[in-house]
T-cell receptor, first 114, second 115 residues
Framework: AQSVSQHNHHVILSEAASLELGCNYS??????LFWYVQYPGQHLQLLLK??????LVKGIKGFEAEFIKSKFSFNLRKPSVQWSDTAEYFC????????????FGSGTQLTVLP | NAGVTQTPKFQVLKTGQSMTLQCAQD?????MSWYRQDPGMGLRLIHY???????DQGEVPNGYNVSRSTTEDFPLRLLSAAPSQTSVYFC??????????????FGPGTRLTVL
């Protein structure tokens, strides 16, 4: 079975600071990788995903993530955060072809100070 | 399309009561899943379905039942609620046609409190 680790539980940044949230997974086979965002009081929304090709994927709202296979990592980045980025961010993985087996990390709460 | 809808949004139960959380999707997705979200633990899979009439257990199935009589609906039943089931419940769906990315689409959630 796969597992996902998010090492940063709570990150506090000032506006315009750069962001990097760590995500590591463990699984022996081919995986799909996702970052979801949950704004306060709202449901999860897909931020970006990787399944093949260019390991640097770009998502909505200026976010990007880089898949490093040798490190089993899929870190989320944004060069300049905004107050509106305050939310909880979840990294998730599923084994290729297994739509049902989506495994989530514990989440990282990002607080951006104006 | 309404996407994935869930009712109710909020619910308070007493220990031992039963209830059904409703989930519906209008995207003709084959796959549907139920997750619970607890602080510091992310989302954990409760039950899932790969099509009408087919369900299976996820990571934390105890205390929950599901059925899938139609493609659109995937209700989650709590037969005898316990305080440990206090959580936020999310329903999700995805389409086989989106393979291999298998992106899941989430509903707005149901916040359940068991006293």
């Amino acid at each position: 079975a796969q597992s996902v680790s998010q090492h940063n539980h709570h990150v506090i940044l000032s506006e315009a600071a750069s962001l990097e949230l760590g995500c590591n997974y463990s699984y022996g086979g081919t995986v799909n990788l996702f970052w979801y965002v949950q704004y306060p009081g709202q449901h999860l929304q897909l931020l970006l995903k990787y399944f093949s090709g260019d390991p640097l994927v770009k998502g909505i709202k200026g976010f990007e993530a880089e898949f490093i296979k040798s490190k089993f990592s899929f870190n989320l980045r944004k060069p300049s955060v905004q107050w509106s980025d305050t939310a909880e961010y979840f990294c998730a993985v599923n084994a290729r072809g297994s739509a049902r087996q989506l495994t989530f990390g514990s989440g990282t709460q990002l607080t951006v100070l104006p | 399309n309404a996407g994935v809808t869930q009712t109710p949004k909020f619910q308070v139960l007493k220990t031992g009561q039963s209830m059904t959380l409703q989930c519906a999707q209008d995207m003709n997705h084959e796959y549907m899943s139920w997750y619970r979200q607890d602080p510091g633990m992310g989302l954990r899979l409760i039950h899932y379905s790969v099509g009408a009439g087919i369900t299976d257990q996820g990571e934390v199935p105890n205390g929950y039942n599901v059925s899938r009589s139609t493609t659109e609906d995937f209700p989650l039943r709590l037969l005898s609620a316990a305080p440990s089931q206090t959580s936020v419940y999310f329903c999700a769906s995805s389409s086989r046609q989106e393979a291999p990315t298998d992106t899941q689409y989430f509903g707005p959630g149901t916040r359940l409190t068991v006293l």
